[in-house]
């Protein structure tokens, strides 16, 4: 354990941590009516770059992209219940046309949606660059967090120290 506060890339380093095994994000974009909309999607980086990016591959015709290209301002969502971890990353989403990283990224489980392959016309790679995220990840175990809540009801004061909480800003 550490005496002084998380530095930054302590932070950055515990963000990728936690979401790089959940894998599926709910990705909330923003419709041309307004509405919010959530859709889960399989996130293709194996670790976290300079870049400081969560990259995705979606089909152009769909209508995340069309939502992406009138508003690019996004969040993911990441959960994982059994380990009690949560995550919300906001930032800026656009289309990238790195056929290296198209490459890098390719797998069979993208393969499945885009049979003609990196050069298949409705693929698009999308980079969400990270501007601010926030995780709880949660330590206690499940009889100690019914207890801190409990006593929580009993007391008036909101439970503490069920786990850690973090935030993280992207310096851009």
């Keep these: ?19 790089k095994d959940i ?40 209508d995340p992209f069309g939502d992406i290209v009138a508003s690019p301002q996004v969040n ?22 790195d056929r290296t990283r198209r490459q890098q990224l390719w ?3 993208a393969e499945a949606w885009f049979p003609q392959g990196i050069d298949d016309p409705d693929l698009a790679l999308v980079q969400v660059r990270i501007s601010h995220a926030s995780y709880w990840d949660v330590k206690s175990s499940k009889l100690m967090q019914l207890y801190a809540m409990a006593k929580s ?9 069920l786990g850690e909480t973090g935030k993280v800003r992207m310096d851009r």
Excluded: C
């Design 153 to 161: 009801a009993v007391t008036g004061k909101p439970p503490a120290e």
């Design 1 to 19: 354990m550490t005496d002084h506060p998380p530095t930054d890339a302590e932070r950055r380093s515990k963000l990728w941590s936690l979401i």
């Design 107 to 109: 797998n069979k489980a």
């Design 76 to 97: 993911v969502a990441f959960a994982d219940r059994d380990d009690d971890t949560y995550v919300s990353v906001s930032g800026t989403a656009g289309l990238s046309e």
């Design 23 to 62: 894998r599926i994000g709910l990705l909330t974009t923003q419709h041309s009516n307004g509405h919010l909309h959530s859709r889960p999607m399989t996130l293709q980086n194996q670790d976290l770059h300079e870049d400081e990016s969560l990259w995705f591959f979606m089909s152009r015709s769909g």
